[in-house]
């Protein structure tokens, strides 16, 4: 797959020049997300068992729902809309129900952590919507996993228990 593009770098926006150029690029950093959690959804759906079907069916839904949103978004802000790719990497082999129920959580987290730099970067009811969008990733993360995270969409949060904060001295 050498053409596929990493789920992981989905959602850079890169840098930017002005709050309108920071609106664009974090909205279609949103989309590129979108479109990596609907491939995503793809690989849960056949793997995630019959008992969490019908969540993965919801889940993909409201994925592709959020990508033609975020389609009109960045026509709306004078830009053209990026296109799916063919294929993504994921971010670790999903042969089993287990696997991709871990799938789905991470895909979760990622898409919440796109939504946070919308947020940062939009107002009105762009900001909003954002807002609503890392809330519901935020979850269905927790629906997943089992539990939730203090503060979804936030890198910080992702380091592990074990790494220190501040040097030891």
């Known amino acids: 797959m050498s053409d ?3 789920v992981k770098a989905a959602g850079d926006a890169g840098d930017a ?5 920071d ?15 609907v491939y995503g959804y793809g690989v849960v759906g056949g793997r995630v068992g019959e008992k969490r079907t019908d969540e993965a069916r919801t889940a993909y839904d409201a994925h592709r729902a959020r990508r033609d949103e975020l389609r009109r978004a960045v026509r709306d802000l ?18 089993d ?3 991709a129920v871990r799938l789905a959580a991470e895909l979760e987290d990622r898409i919440a952590g796109v939504y946070s730099d919308l947020v940062l970067a939009a107002s ?3 900001r ?11 979850v269905r993360a927790a629906r997943w996993r089992g539990g939730s995270v203090a503060f979804p969409g936030l890198a910080e949060r992702t380091k592990p228990a074990s790494t220190p904060t501040t040097p030891k001295a």
């Open 124 to 126: 009105g009811d762009r």
């Open 97 to 99: 129900t287990e696997a």
């Open 78 to 95: 004078g830009g053209e809309p990026q296109p799916a790719d063919a294929a993504y990497a994921l971010p670790f082999p999903v042969p």
């Open 4 to 6: 596929s593009k990493d």
């Open 128 to 138: 909003s919507g954002a807002a609503r969008a890392l809330r519901e990733a935020a």
């Open 17 to 21: 020049g002005d709050a309108g150029d």
């Open 23 to 37: 609106e664009l690029k974090a909205v279609q950093a949103a989309l590129s997300a979108e479109h990596a959690a």
